[in-house]
């Protein structure tokens, strides 16, 4: 009697070898420095996005939506973590015990300014009975410099602002966040470069909406009783942050642009469109 070799799974004659596509990396120059920012990298989760700036190196994963038990909800519950790895710098500077597995005062606000930020932009509502979950890795910081938690806010807001895309989730815009910096003689400037030595009377960071012209998240510090942000002040630090927030926008967008194609033949849990994340 003929048997058949079950250990054996033959492979179509049409097969083909598999191939890559260009992995959808950019780069955005900024002063003498530049930004890395790319999408897709883990298969397992349903976004991912990894964003890399001098001493900031940020790790987002996106999981949902995915249906929740319980009492029935109209919109999606969206759910924001920040944890800084242990072997991060910041893990002593910034008072994070190492081990004790709580969270920090300092994760919750980073968590509660990302959630503030990306909840007016995602269309909740698409996705009743569901949970869509952002966990953000904080994986090196600044080392030395408490002052330059705002950049590591940004860099957080924009990061997560594309593993959402990349997770196919319906969006009104893209958000991408800016640090700004006001000097002690009343200079206002983007705070985008590490300077260790820099020394401001204030710094904030505010998120956006580009295309839609509208602000999502402002979290500002006072760090000398000099600093007064009112007024005309306050007018011109949403203008330099607003136009900072769209040079990061312009890097997003081409490596968004370059995913487009392979976010849509995976299949996953929505389609992007190219007018939801153009200028």
Known sequence: ?????????????????????????????????????????????????????????????VNGPKPQRGSFS???????????????????????????????DLEK???????????????????????????????SGPPESKALVKQVAAACVTTAGAAIVDAGIEVLDVVTACAVKISTKGDISVDFDYEQESKASARAVISSMSSRDEITGFWIDEETEAASIEGEILTQVLQVASAGAIDVRKLVNSVLYRS????ESKGKNGKRSADSISD
Request: glycine share 6%; aromatic share 8%.
């Open 74 to 104: 109209s919109s999606a519950k969206l759910l924001v973590d920040v944890k800084f790895l242990p072997v991060s710098s910041d893990a002593h500077v910034l008072g994070i015990q190492q081990g004790l597995g709580f969270e920090t």
């Open 1 to 61: 009697m003929y048997m058949s070799d079950r250990r054996r799974i033959l492979v179509p004659h049409t097969a083909q070898p598999i191939t890559y596509a260009d992995s959808p990396t950019s780069s955005l120059t900024s002063s003498s420095q530049k930004i890395y920012l790319r999408t897709s990298l883990l298969p397992d989760a349903s976004g991912s996005a990894y964003f890399e700036h001098q001493q900031h190196k940020i790790l987002v994963l």
């Open 260 to 263: 487009l194609d392979g976010l």
């Open 109 to 139: 606000s980073l968590a509660e300014f990302v959630y503030t930020s990306l909840v007016p932009a995602i269309r909740l509502g698409q996705y009743p009975k569901s949970g869509i979950n952002v966990s953000i890795v904080v994986i």
